[in-house]
């Protein structure tokens, strides 16, 4: 089967470093996704990762190693607003003009406390 | 780009009933989603569009659940004789197979109550 597991909650200090992992098993594997989700609200895309090493986007980082089948998200100087669920999605396969869903984790309640 | 939007935003509505929702993704995309997604789980899938083909439809969705995108841009789902565990968080996502990452953007969804 396929599988993605992430922890069901973290909690970090405002200002610190927090690393979300990931690890996943499927069949096949094109492309990684995290999203964030905030209470009430929908899944806004946060990174992608298909090769492996380390995207950076501003205080966000996303790493992937496929031979491991891990990643993570790494969030830096942490601000309340970053509260949120953090999901990882893997896309399993891309086979010409068919698109197979993207598998999803459960997420990862971050609770940032003061 | 307005992004994807999503109507209504809540629907309440007694068991039994049919609901109808709507979502308009981004113009430029030509793939929508459908997923429903209950408290602490990730999204669900339920259907893909590529243009106006439903490509793919979850085996866990039963005959009560239908979609359609008929001009290729916004789509429909409709839950037939809606039952209590239907409740969920019903979003739409849009992606463009044009993209290289194909980086699907969710709109606020439609949160159904079923009494």
């Known amino acids: 089967g396929q599988n993605i597991d992430q922890p069901t909650e973290m909690t970090a200090t405002e200002g610190a470093i927090v690393q979300i992992n990931c690890t996943y098993q499927?069949?096949?594997?094109?492309?990684l996704f995290w999203y964030q989700q905030h209470a009430g609200e929908a899944p806004t895309f946060l990174s992608y990762?298909?090769l492996d090493g380390l995207e950076e986007k501003g205080r966000f980082s996303s790493f992937l190693s496929r031979s491991k089948g891990y990643s993570y998200l790494l969030l830096k100087e942490l601000q309340m607003k970053d509260s949120a669920s953090y999901l990882c999605?893997?896309?399993?396969?891309?086979?010409?003009?068919?698109?197979?869903?993207?598998?999803w984790g459960a997420g990862t309640k971050l609770i940032i406390k003061p | 780009d307005t992004g994807v939007s999503q109507n209504p935003r809540h629907k309440i509505t007694k068991r039994g009933q049919n609901v109808t929702f709507r979502c308009d993704p981004i113009?430029?995309?030509?793939?929508l989603y459908w997923y429903r997604q209950t408290l602490g789980q990730g999204p669900e899938f339920l259907t893909y569009?590529?243009?106006?083909?439903?490509?793919?439809k979850s085996r866990l969705l039963s005959d009560r659940f239908s979609a359609e995108r008929p001009k290729g841009s916004f789509s429909t789902l409709e839950i037939q004789r809606t039952e209590q565990g239907d409740s969920a968080m019903y979003l739409c996502?849009?992606?463009?197979?044009?993209?290289?990452?194909?980086?699907?953007?969710f709109g606020p969804g439609t949160r159904l109550t079923v009494l």
């Open positions: 996502a849009s992606s463009s197979s044009g993209q290289p990452t194909d980086t699907q953007y």
């Open positions: 113009s430029e995309h030509n793939r």
């Open positions: 569009f590529q243009n106006e083909a439903q490509l793919e």
């Open positions: 499927t069949s096949g594997f094109n492309g």
């Open positions: 990762n298909v």
């Open positions: 999605a893997v896309r399993p396969l891309l086979f010409m003009d068919s698109n197979y869903q993207l598998i």
